[in-house]
């Protein structure tokens, strides 16, 4: 019903920025609340940043102040901005999304090298 394709992982060096996107496709209808998740190596799956349907969004403490998440309802379209990256924000970053059931990507995979 519902697809998510994210994109803009890659390789930077700390305290650099990267932008993530996630694109929604299929049968969606209206705004809906989206977030991203993150997973590193031997650590659990852990929550990033959620914008609601309306815009209003909240942040993990550990990216809080770095990470901005917004939404182009129009391309339906999230985005994950990072700022100031550490070593420690490398993982596989996930799109969610739920419209009666979960919605995952595939992940997008970030390296931040000290």
């Known amino acids: 019903q519902v697809q998510l394709v994210e994109s803009g992982g890659g390789l930077v060096q700390a305290g650099g920025s990267l932008r993530l996107s996630c694109a929604a496709s299929?049968?969606?209808?209206?705004?809906?609340?989206m977030d991203w998740f993150r997973q590193a190596p031997g650590k659990q799956r852990e929550l990033v940043a959620a914008i609601t349907s309306g815009g209003s969004t909240n942040y993990a403490d550990s990216v809080k102040g770095r990470f901005t998440i917004s939404r182009d309802n129009a391309k339906n379209t999230v985005y994950l901005q990072m700022s100031s990256l550490k070593p420690e924000d490398t993982a596989v970053y996930y799109c969610h999304t739920i419209q009666r059931i979960n919605y995952w990507g595939q992940g997008t995979q970030v390296t931040v090298s000290s």
């Open positions: 299929g049968r969606i209808f209206g705004p809906v609340a």
